[in-house]
């Protein structure tokens, strides 16, 4: 059995927020998961991510492989610097109306 600690998704559409479980892989994505061991909101300003690292730890040492987007979580986590944000793009009328403005 390939166990995996993933994220879960729920709330509502364009407002997610993720619930870090331990599952077996061949479960669906939403479905029936073994434990909740975190939370992450990324909506939240600041995001907010809440992590059982003991829990982790110990799931890792039984074998549990953590997802990428969780490694990267757990990482954010034990460094316990702030989640970085994301940079807002400019539309395109956006930048040629700055471009514009700067001339």
Request: hydrophobic share 40%.
């Amino acid at each position: 059995m390939a166990v995996k600690i993933r994220l879960a998704r729920h709330g509502a559409k364009k407002r997610p927020f993720y619930r870090v479980v331990v599952a077996d892989g061949r479960m669906p994505r939403d479905g029936r998961y073994i434990e909740l061991v975190g939370r992450y909101n990324p909506v939240s300003t600041p995001k907010v991510i809440d992590l059982d690292l003991e829990k982790i730890d110990a799931w890792i040492a039984k074998g549990a492989q953590p997802t990428n987007a969780v490694s990267h979580l757990i990482d954010i986590a034990r460094s316990g610097a702030p989640a970085p944000e994301k940079r807002q793009k400019l539309s395109k009328k956006a930048a040629a109306k700055a471009a514009g403005s700067e001339e």
